[in-house]
Nanobody, 123 residues
């Protein structure tokens, strides 16, 4: 069973940057994705990276601003978030899936996730 733990959230002003980190443990060769959930809304796909790191997909809303990467030697997946906007405010979760990265764009595909980290962007 994969275990994941997010860190790096905080309160920032619009236009700022944050880097989220996801530490994972357990036997896995799964893709890892970031999702976010704003109050009263469903989980929204943000980005996914394949196990090897060579394949990534992004939501249109973050394309060009966010970058997902991973370092399997450190059991870490990163989400670099630049030019943050108030609409990026949410709890951010990292999650893993048994499927392919190309299929891991919906929360229903997740089979393990962390406790989440809050990101708040003020205008």
């Amino acid at each position: 069973q994969v275990q994941l733990r997010e860190s790096g959230g905080g309160l920032v002003q619009a236009g700022s940057s944050l880097r989220l980190s996801c530490a994972f443990s357990g036997r896995t060769t799964s893709p890892t994705a970031w999702f976010r959930q704003a109050p009263g809304k469903e989980h929204e796909f943000v980005a996914v990276v394949s196990w090897g790191g060579g394949t990534t997909y992004y939501a249109d809303s973050v394309k060009g601003r966010f970058t997902i990467s991973r370092d399997n030697t450190k059991n870490t997946v990163l989400l670099q978030m630049n030019n943050l906007k108030p609409e990026d405010t949410a709890v951010y979760y990292c999650a893993s899936s048994r499927g392919q990265a190309s299929e891991f764009t919906t929360w229903a595909r997740a089979n393990a996730w962390g406790q989440g980290t809050q990101v708040t962007v003020s205008s």
